[in-house]
């Protein structure tokens, strides 16, 4: 209850500002950020639409089925998303608790997914999970469609309850309510949203999102596989939709166009908040206006600073993201054991608020500075899956190890800011590093060797970047002459601005033929 009450004593705003072809969106929390999202006009968001599909695969070694959307790459099904499991899936900012309805559940007990899918088979089907790299979207069996106050799950025979929604009278009420709206065999979730919801606005939205359904319906019926028959809305439409609500005290839009959408939207489905809805109208750009800028870029750095002195190193990797925790110039007035303290305190609350900011998913290992009382220990992870709980994902942090490092998970539906927004860098293939100018210059020899050993070739022009060849006339002088003695052959030696420092290029003269490019 102490959290809940937390909860709502913080600022919250939303800043929208609206370009020619992108669309960026900040979400601050006591003016500080905590999500940014960027949707471009050629981006396709597809988390939420609904596809005819067919099924083109079925794996029993992997119990998985790759199933034809219509898209370039097939998208994936996993026996644990066929059949009845909703349970799964986060509809509303974090897990919810079940009730059952009237109806019952079905068995939880998965059945193989050869005895459930058979190749060519159609089947409706929907994107829980972005297509990231290499790998297509994947799709689950179990559609659902979100409104603001309840996700409607027709396969499902339950209410669920959002648990951020902790006074117990307020749950009883709302369960109370929905056992009379609720009469057939359906699943409905309560978000968070909900709280302060009347009968009347939760039979509204029920009947709303019920006929909803039967127009996703009817459009399968007479729909060809592979094919969209449903489109969730985009960024802004499902911001309005899933985060502004009576705990957001502003939005402020800079675009009149946006504005003048968002300001009809609200009128018909929460007439309420219009009030906080804004239009910024400065020439001044609004996101410099709110100092976001400057945090944005800062969300790439590898060393995020504490404002104690500390720091936090976070780096990316294919398996996992590493976080490094570090006191840095924090010193501290008392004995080391509550500098440390003070240094992980911190660090947990600026760890939950980056996950959240660059949208990291999948596994995530923190690695806190050691401390000897167990009793400290435990501070800091409370303080961590305290601030934990804002986030809108799916997250779990578990027990400290015994090597001292505290594992989480946060649910992955789309590639993070880093991967969405950056690409590798062209000269060092996304290593972070390059090789010096001595090992360049070694495997340059390496190269001019063999070709002197084919005795074939009278001249060789060497280009390479300019450090390089400073590095070769300064530290490595007589390399060349000694190669020219050794091979016969006389070297010309270029340099070009335009090579990347750890790059060499070698032609044979006068043809200019290139013999071998690193």
């Known amino acids: 209850m102490a959290n809940q009450a937390r909860y709502k004593t913080i600022k919250r705003e939303i800043i929208i500002s609206a370009g020619?072809?992108?669309?960026?969106?900040?979400?601050?929390?006591?003016?500080?950020?905590?999500?940014?999202?960027?949707?471009?006009?050629?981006?396709?968001?597809?988390?939420?639409?609904?596809?005819?599909g067919v099924v083109r695969r079925v794996l029993p070694g992997m119990q998985a089925a790759f199933v034809d959307i219509g898209l370039p790459k097939h998208g994936f099904l996993h026996v644990s998303d066929v059949g009845n499991e909703l349970f799964d899936m986060d509809f509303e900012s974090g897990a919810v608790e079940e009730e059952k309805a009237a109806g019952g559940r079905r068995s939880r007990k998965l059945q193989s997914i050869q005895d459930q899918l058979k190749e060519g088979q159609e089947l409706i089907v929907q994107v829980i999970k972005e297509p990231i790299g290499t790998k297509g979207p994947r799709v689950t069996t179990e559609v659902s469609l979100p409104g603001r106050?309840?996700?409607?799950?027709?396969?499902?025979?339950?209410?669920?309850?959002?648990?951020?929604?902790?006074?117990?009278?307020?749950?009883?009420?709302?369960?109370?309510i929905l056992r009379a709206i609720v009469t057939n065999r359906e699943g409905i979730i309560v978000r968070t949203a909900a709280e302060d919801t009347t009968a009347e606005e939760f039979n509204r939205e029920y009947v709303s999102l019920k006929n909803l359904w039967r127009k996703v319906r009817r459009q399968a019926s007479q729909s060809p596989a592979p094919s969209l028959i449903y489109q969730e809305m985009k960024l802004i439409s499902g911001l309005l939709r899933d985060v502004f609500?009576?705990?957001?005290?502003?939005?402020?839009?800079?675009?009149k166009e946006e504005y003048r959408i968002i300001r009809e939207y609200l009128r018909i489905i929460a007439p309420k908040l219009t009030g906080r809805l804004q239009f910024y109208k400065d020439s001044e750009p609004v996101f410099t206006r709110y100092n976001l800028d400057e945090e944005i870029r800062r969300v790439?750095?590898?060393?995020?600073?504490?404002?104690?002195?500390?720091?936090?190193?976070?780096?990316?990797?294919?398996?996992?993201?590493?976080?490094?925790?570090?006191?840095g110039r924090y010193t501290g007035e008392k004995d080391?054991?509550?500098?440390?303290?003070?240094?992980?305190?911190?660090?947990?609350?600026?760890?939950?608020?980056?996950?959240?900011?660059?949208?990291?998913?999948?596994?995530?290992?923190?690695?806190?500075?050691?401390?000897?009382?167990?009793?400290?220990?435990q501070k800091v992870l409370d303080e961590f899956r305290r601030y934990l709980k804002f986030d809108r994902a799916k997250t779990k942090a578990f027990d400290i190890s015994q090597l001292g490092l505290v594992e989480m998970s946060r649910q992955r539906v789309r590639s993070s800011l880093y991967h969405s927004l950056t690409v590798p860098c062209p000269a060092c293939e996304g290593r972070g590093r390059i090789f010096t100018p001595e090992v360049v210059s070694g495997e340059l020899e390496l190269a001019?060797?063999?070709?002197?050993?084919?005795?074939?070739?009278?001249?060789?022009?060497?280009?390479?970047?300019?450090?390089?060849?400073?590095?070769?006339?300064?530290?490595?002088?007589?390399l060349l002459q000694e190669l020219e003695e050794k091979t016969g052959i006389s070297l010309q030696l270029r340099d070009d601005p335009m090579m990347r420092q750890d790059t060499f290029a070698i032609y044979s003269l006068p043809s200019r033929k290139q013999l071998e490019i690193k």
């Open 20 to 52: 020619f072809n992108q669309t960026r969106v900040a979400i601050l929390e006591d003016g500080k950020l905590v999500e940014f999202l960027v949707d471009h006009d050629q981006d396709q968001r597809m988390v939420g639409d609904i596809y005819k």
């Open 149 to 176: 106050l309840l996700v409607y799950a027709p396969f499902e025979s339950r209410i669920g309850i959002s648990r951020k929604i902790d006074d117990q009278a307020v749950r009883n009420k709302i369960k109370d």
């Open 245 to 255: 609500n009576d705990r957001v005290d502003a939005l402020v839009v800079d675009s």
């Open 300 to 327: 790439f750095n590898r060393k995020v600073w504490l404002k104690k002195g500390g720091y936090i190193v976070l780096e990316q990797t294919e398996a996992l993201v590493s976080i490094d925790v570090n006191t």
């Open 336 to 377: 080391q054991e509550e500098t440390i303290l003070r240094t992980n305190l911190e660090a947990a609350r600026e760890i939950a608020r980056q996950v959240r900011l660059r949208d990291l998913g999948g596994i995530i290992v923190c690695d806190f500075i050691d401390m000897e009382s167990r009793e400290n220990q």
């Open 448 to 478: 001019l060797r063999k070709i002197g050993a084919a005795k074939k070739e009278k001249t060789l022009l060497l280009k390479v970047h300019p450090s390089v060849a400073l590095h070769l006339m300064e530290e490595e002088s007589p």
